[in-house]
């Protein structure tokens, strides 16, 4: 099915000019580009751009990955430097991973998205009204997030 321009603008809303580009990159068949602000916000990016169960994966992943790295950590009997270096380093290669495909998978929430409402509803005020609603960005889930991992690193130190 061919997703209309207007409904795509209707879902990204302020950034549709840049995630327009990231649709063609993935009709092109490339879907590894770059998303600076998934590297450096990862989860809280996850959540501003409404992508909740990419985000709940993600973090499943990362404590899991947390978990594994830790007791191979000390079954290895590492350096708290050492530790330190390799949990940066996995944090940069998770990063890397996360900014790669965080285009090509917010494009295929768009197409879902995009298309359950268009079965959804048949006139196009509904279906414009609809995207504009469930696209676009959550800053407040993000927000949360961020103030709840400060308090947590707080609580840790």
Known sequence: MEIKEEYYRAFFRESSDYYLEAV???????????NLAAFFLGILWLLYRKMYRVAGVVFVVTLIKSIVEQNIYRSASLSPQTIQYL??????VVAVILCSIANYLYVLQANRI??????TYREEEKIIEALHQKGGTSPMVAFLLFV?????YVAVS
Do not use: Y
């Open 24 to 34: 063609a990159n993935v009709q092109a068949g490339r879907k590894f580009t770059i």
């Open 87 to 92: 949990q940066v380093i996995s944090g940069i």
């Open 114 to 119: 995009i298309t359950e409402t268009i079965n």
């Open 148 to 152: 709840m991992l400060i308090a947590a």
